[in-house]
């Protein structure tokens, strides 16, 4: 038997569902993409992406970084190009019906093999979109398909599927909810853990047995636990180093929800903070309470970012203007929770709409200063913002 029909056969095995929607939500998220891909008169969209393909398909898997495609034509039901490892996954989470495989042993034939589904689906010399600014599809990919249908055109669109995953519908914020519930539980627990004599290490094992503990799945990004000289820098996390007074500690994690991530960043002083610290600590706390009261939907991201940026001057080397005030967040696959689709900063021409969704860590991390930041996860609403991490937000002493 070759590996063709084996897939054939696999996938048509019955097989419960584990999807985290409902197959009419998922067709709707297809029409909204859909009508995006008539604004740009495309015939076809490739999603190589794995959260748009996990967006639109219901696909989950850790193995983010082996191959997969949404061949998403403008009619007609879509078809999923899965590595062979991913083939499993994607039975078990998603809805769409048609699924093939890629051997672990084929990488060379991948773009044969989806250039033959989109002649199969008469699209050869079509107008088809494709990803070229995110993960997931290979130079060699792209030029095979190049050379394997000539005439076709390939159209950069990356942000095709971006612009309906903007606004969150109720059950995807009801997920981000849940995420908060076990972050919030997991932010109790290792707050009072934290203190001079213990690694950084144990605090992180904390971390993850109470998100672990409490419901959540595999992490979109690993709880960060960062301390000593490292701490000074920025995506720098546990690495056996002890704790020591006078030090900070920055924590940063959320738990996962079906991919649905609320996010939170808090940092507790290791002994009486340093004039420093605390001024530090105050004026991101009263910048991120600037924020949240200024949210209003309708209102530009850009001219947030500039309302309350200058506290930020006071205690940080780099301009308020560089500064990112808030990031999109929401359904996410390793190694990211971050969405980037949409972003608080100067000149970000963004209109505010309910049912976006943001992660606001802001920090300072000056090297050979002790770092320190805090965060919340909040949606847009129709008033305002409604905060899903919310805590107390004031400096722990330990």
């Not at 983010?64 to 499993?88: D, N």
């Not at 808030?326 to 980037?340: A, F, H, K, M, V």
Request: hydrophobic share 40%.
């Amino acid at each position: 038997m070759d590996f063709k029909q084996y897939i054939k056969d696999v996938t048509s095995l019955p097989i419960a569902k584990e999807l985290a929607f409902s197959e009419s939500e998922y067709r709707l998220r297809i029409e909204n993409v859909r009508k995006v891909m008539d604004e740009r008169g495309l015939d076809a969209l490739l999603v190589t992406y794995a959260p748009d393909l996990s967006y639109l398909s219901g696909y989950q898997s850790f193995g983010t970084g082996w191959y997969g495609c949404m061949v998403l034509p403008r009619e007609g039901e879509p078809v999923l190009h899965m590595h062979g490892l991913e083939i499993g996954p994607t039975m078990i989470t998603s809805w769409v019906k048609d699924i093939r495989g890629v051997s672990w042993s084929y990488n060379d034939g991948v773009a044969g093999d989806l250039a033959d589904i989109l002649k199969e689906l008469r699209l050869e010399g079509r107008r088809i979109g494709v990803y070229t600014k995110r993960p997931g599809l290979s130079v060699d990919i792209y030029e095979g398909l190049k050379r394997a249908l000539r005439g076709a055109t390939l159209i950069e669109s990356s942000d095709v599927v971006a612009q309906p995953r903007m606004i969150k519908s109720p059950s995807e914020l009801e997920y981000m909810r849940s995420s908060a519930q076990i972050t919030m539980k997991a932010l109790d627990a290792v707050l009072p853990v934290i203190k001079a004599g213990i690694t950084d290490n144990q605090i992180a094992a904390v971390i993850y047995q109470t998100l672990v503990n409490e419901g959540s799945e595999y992490f979109s990004t690993q709880p960060i636990v960062s301390a000593g000289q490292r701490n000074c820098f920025g995506h720098t996390t546990f690495r056996r180093t002890f704790i020591q007074a006078g030090d900070t500690v920055a924590v940063e994690f959320g738990a996962a929800f079906q991919r649905y991530t609320s996010a939170v960043f808090h940092t507790v002083s290791i002994g009486k903070p340093s004039p420093l610290v605390a001024k530090r600590a105050k004026v991101i706390n009263e910048t991120l309470d600037l924020l949240l009261h200024a949210v209003k939907p309708g209102r530009i991201a850009h001219d947030v970012a500039r309302e309350i940026g200058a506290g930020m001057n006071e205690i940080s080397g780099m301009p308020s203007s560089s500064f990112v005030y808030g990031y999109s967040i929401g359904l996410g696959l390793p190694p990211t929770w971050s969405e980037d689709i949409y972003f608080i900063r100067d000149g970000i021409e963004l209109e505010l709409k309910p049912g976006m969704t943001f992660h606001s860590p802001l920090t300072v991390r000056v090297p050979g200063t002790p770092g320190i930041g805090f965060s919340e996860t909040w949606v847009v609403t129709e008033t305002g913002c409604e905060i899903l991490t919310i805590h107390d937000r004031e400096l722990t002493v330990a």
